[in-house]
């Protein structure tokens, strides 16, 4: 079999022209072998039996009258014998009794009948010459009429079957002379096939352009926001610069304390955002380390850095569980979104509550901020745009990286706002375990 699979190797041009020269050459062979067949079927068995018939007839015949005259036609003729075989011509003197082949003085080759009785020996030899020359107009002929039929037929065919593919060959070599590494899209068109009237190269054209077109959103996406997202790391690194720069000019700076928290804060986020920026750049998720998560525990470490980085006292915060949820992730991308999303809800929360809570299948996160509008709420998960003015904290990419990361490891993410009432964001786990019920945890 792998043989075969090697023969068959190559374009589909090779292969058709492999396939029609293999059935040209099974059908040559086929024919040859049949012919053979039909002159071993024609001498062994039908001259065969006819001479033997012959043979008997001549006897029966012979023993009723001895002068019963001996075959004698255009293609038989016999030759009778008594005990002294001279009276036969030389060269089937010393035949045996049966059924051969012998070879004339004149060089043919007869087929010779011996048969014997009471000493007596009758030969008939039958010259198929004549047969052959008849067989031959009436079957090698119009056999070799119906093999060139055949052949003709069969090179018809090659070429109907060579211009059924070539609109797929042509697609082909369209989709292979593209460079994809110069990301030039708008070279990619396939208009040429429109026009064709294949089902199935319709589909494979309407396949392939659909690719290219979210290909060509995924790069031009990609590039914005790698070009957006080093744009807006300038912003912190400007902070931690003009901190520096104070504190060497001004040593003994009062608020010195405050100014390294704020340098601090500003690295801690900036790591966060690379290394979520970084978990999005993989091509897979294969890297990552996948352990089993008890969300309940993760949600509340959380909860408890966001608070302690925010220092939002009049803020009022809980976390309540149904039960005890547990899923199988890598645990820092679920931190990274529930850290987000604590924070998004906190830094929009001037007064109030913030609550979360985890029921049987999803964390529900609910803040009674500022709340959105409705165009808001449609933009919200766009990288770098920011429902309120730009003195809140934050570089804009927040939600943007929560969704992506939800969207990439198969948790639906919902959000629902009222403008001036707050804001309640659902994730949901669909492969989540419960370990177990109740445990309810107030006020954390």
Known sequence: MSALNRFFRGSIKAKLVKVFVLQILAISVATVLGVYAAAFVVEQVLVREALNGEAEHFWAQYEEDSSFPLPNTNNLRGYFAGEDSSQLPRWLEDVEPGFARHQTPSGREPVVHVSERDGKRLVLVFDEMQVSSLAFYFGIAPLTGVLLLIYVL?????????????????????????????????????????????????????????????????????????????????????????????????????????VIERMSRTVRDMESLVETLLILARESESKLTWSSVVINDLVSEQFDQVKRAMNKPEIETDLTAECLLETEAPERVLGIIFHNLLRNAMTFTESGKVSVHIDQHSVVIRDTGCGMSETDLERIFEPFYRAHDRSNEGYGLGLAIVSRLCRRFGWPLEVDSELGAGTVFRINFPKARIQSFGGNREGV
């Open 154 to 258: 069969t090179w018809l065919g090659y070429l109907m079957s060579r211009r059924a593919v070539s609109t797929i060959v042509h697609l082909a070599e369209a989709v292979r002379s593209f460079d994809f590494q110069e990301g030039n899209f708008d070279a990619f068109r396939l208009d040429q096939f429109v026009d064709t009237s294949d089902p199935e190269v319709l589909a494979l054209m309407n396949a392939l352009e659909q690719f290219s077109s979210r290909l060509e959103r995924f790069v031009a996406r990609e590039r914005n926001f790698t070009r957006n997202a080093s744009h807006e790391l300038r912003t912190p690194l400007a902070v931690i610069k003009g901190n520096l720069e104070l504190l060497q000019k001004f040593p003994d700076l009062p608020k010195r304390d405050e």
